[in-house]
């Protein structure tokens, strides 16, 4: 009960609770109104860098969320040119992660990290398609266990200011383990071939837990 009140925060989240909490006490000896303002601030970097434990499905036949938030985009895309996959079809689910939402990411089915390619690049709402193309982003070229392949992409947004990649290449992950996360506001797509979809538009999606398509 206690860690669900007061999860675990991700590791990038302790410089910003210091930095918060030295604000605080310095607004609050200025004035209560402000230590006050101070302390809800404290309050949400808490909050924003949570890191919650997840019920893991541990059934590579699904592939689950890689991230909290919101589904924005289920379409038919070629692949990432920066993977050399402009000539290959996919279906893409995009989930847009808003500043309420928990930031860490995980992979979506168990595999082997066969690439890992990082972008520099703008910094436009991450609700928009066209960030995809131009954003700052992160990809992950992930081989299943059953010989087929899903790519994630970490997409900075309007206020991201840093995508953290916590695997390497070559790396073995099982079905929910956590990647990385990205900071303030953000999205993840996924991509994938031969499989059923089972979420929906507009679906609010919890990473690790929430099935987004079956063989």
């Given at each position: 009960?206690?860690?669900?009140?007061?999860?675990?925060?991700?590791?990038?989240?302790?410089?910003?609770?210091?930095?918060?909490?030295?604000?605080?006490?310095?607004?609050?000896?200025?004035?209560?109104?402000?230590?006050?303002?101070?302390?809800?601030?404290?309050?949400?970097?808490?909050?924003?860098?949570?890191?919650?434990?997840?019920?893991?499905?541990?059934?590579?036949?699904?592939?689950?969320?890689?991230?909290?938030?919101?589904?924005?985009?289920?379409?038919?895309?070629s692949?990432?040119?920066?993977?050399?996959?402009?000539?290959?079809?996919?279906t893409?689910?995009?989930?847009?992660?808003?500043?309420?939402?928990?930031?860490?990411?995980r992979i979506?089915?168990?595999?082997?990290?066969?690439?890992?390619?990082?972008?520099?690049?703008?910094?436009?709402?991450?609700?928009?398609?066209?960030?995809?193309e131009?954003?700052?982003?992160?990809?992950?070229?992930?081989?299943?266990?059953?010989?087929?392949?899903?790519?994630?992409?970490?997409?900075?947004?309007?206020?991201?200011?840093?995508?953290?990649?916590?695997?390497?290449?070559?790396?073995?992950?099982?079905q929910?383990?956590?990647?990385?996360m990205?900071?303030?506001?953000?999205?993840?797509?996924?991509?994938?071939?031969?499989?059923?979809?089972?979420?929906?538009?507009?679906?609010?999606?919890?990473?690790?837990?929430?099935?987004?398509?079956?063989?």
């Open positions: 009960m206690f860690s669900k009140i007061f999860p675990k925060i991700h590791a990038e989240g302790y410089k910003f609770l210091v930095i918060a909490g030295i604000i605080t006490m310095v607004l609050y000896s200025l004035s209560d109104f402000l230590g006050l303002i101070g302390f809800v601030l404290t309050v949400w970097v808490y909050y924003f860098f949570r890191d919650p434990e997840r019920v893991i499905i541990e059934n590579d036949s699904y592939l689950v969320s890689p991230a909290d938030g919101l589904i924005t985009d289920i379409s038919e895309k692949g990432p040119e920066e993977l050399r996959l402009e000539n290959t079809s996919y893409r689910i995009s989930v847009f992660m808003n500043v309420f939402n928990c930031h860490v990411n979506p089915s168990s595999g082997k990290v066969e690439e890992i390619f990082y972008k520099p690049g703008k910094f436009l709402n991450a609700s928009l398609d066209k960030a995809s131009e954003n700052e982003r992160n990809y992950f070229k992930i081989n299943l266990k059953n010989g087929e392949e899903i790519i994630i992409v970490q997409i900075a947004g309007l206020i991201a200011r840093r995508i953290v990649c916590e695997v390497e290449q070559g790396q073995e992950l099982k929910g383990d956590r990647i990385g990205i900071r303030f506001g953000s999205r993840v797509d996924i991509y994938f071939k031969n499989k059923k979809v089972l979420a929906k538009l507009g679906q609010n999606v919890v990473a690790g837990e929430s099935l987004l398509a079956s063989e």
